[in-house]
Every structure is written in structure tokens, then in C-alpha cells.
């Protein structure tokens, strides 16, 4: 999985996770410098908060995303954000097209 492009990490997460991290990103709630924490005391977000729109660190922890993160593609993005791998806007970006892909994937089947 660590060699996996950010495209097909995306893949693997629930389309509602991406709408809300661009959500997230739009209003500004992304760190622009990753750090250790789930949400700063500004109420900045990292990767994973801002994926299941979390308020507060506890937010993440209950959520849905905890109890999958360890060993998954969550994982992997989190930890290239906080590395500085990945940045949160190369991540918003993706996460758009993921968006158009699986727009277009719902129309196709729309249609057939």
C-alpha cells in the first residue's frame, strides 16, 4: 500500500469521506502545516479530521474512520500528510477528480 499512488488510495475511501474533506478544505479547516494532532487549537484539521469532519480530536476517535484506520489507506494518507508527502492541496485536488470519476461512473450506469 505505501507504493500506492494517492489516486488509488482515494479509491478505497467512502465517497461521502471525500465530499466531506473538500468540504473541509474549502472552508479553510485543513492545516496548511501538518502536525500530530487531529484538530488544533484553531480548529485546524488533519487529514483524517477533516475526512469524517470532526470538531473536536474525540470527533475522530468515535467516528467510523478510527475503528478502520491501522493498516489502511486512511492510514497510509495520514501518514504522508503529516510527512509532508502529501500536501492538503495536491489532496483536495484529487479528491475533485475522484469526484468527477465517480460522477461519471453513476451516470454511465444511470444510462445503461
Known amino acids: ?8 488510495l482515494i479509491a478505497r475511501l467512502p465517497t461521502h469521506w471525500v ?4 468540504r473541509m478544505f474549502e472552508s479553510g479547516r485543513v492545516q496548511s502545516r501538518p502536525q500530530a494532532r487531529f484538530v488544533n487549537a484553531h480548529g485546524e ?8 469532519g470532526a470538531a473536536t480530536a474525540g470527533d475522530v476517535v ?5 475503528e478502520q484506520f ?9 501518514r504522508r500528510f ?4 502529501l500536501a492538503g492541496q495536491e489532496f483536495y485536488e484529487e479528491c475533485l477528480l475522484a469526484l468527477a470519476v465517480r460522477r461519471g461512473a453513476r451516470m454511465e450506469v444511470a444510462i445503461a
Not at 19 to 22: A, D, F, L, P
Not at 45 to 52: D, F, H, I, N, S
Not at 82 to 85: A, C, H, T
Open 1 to 8: 500500500m505505501y507504493d500506492l499512488p494517492v489516486t488509488e
Open 19 to 22: 465530499r466531506t474533506y473538500v
Open 45 to 52: 484539521c488533519c487529514l483524517v479530521a477533516a475526512l469524517v
Open 62 to 66: 468515535r467516528s467510523s474512520a478510527w
Open 70 to 78: 491501522r493498516g489502511t489507506a486512511l492510514e497510509e494518507l495520514s
Open 82 to 85: 503529516e510527512s509532508r508527502r
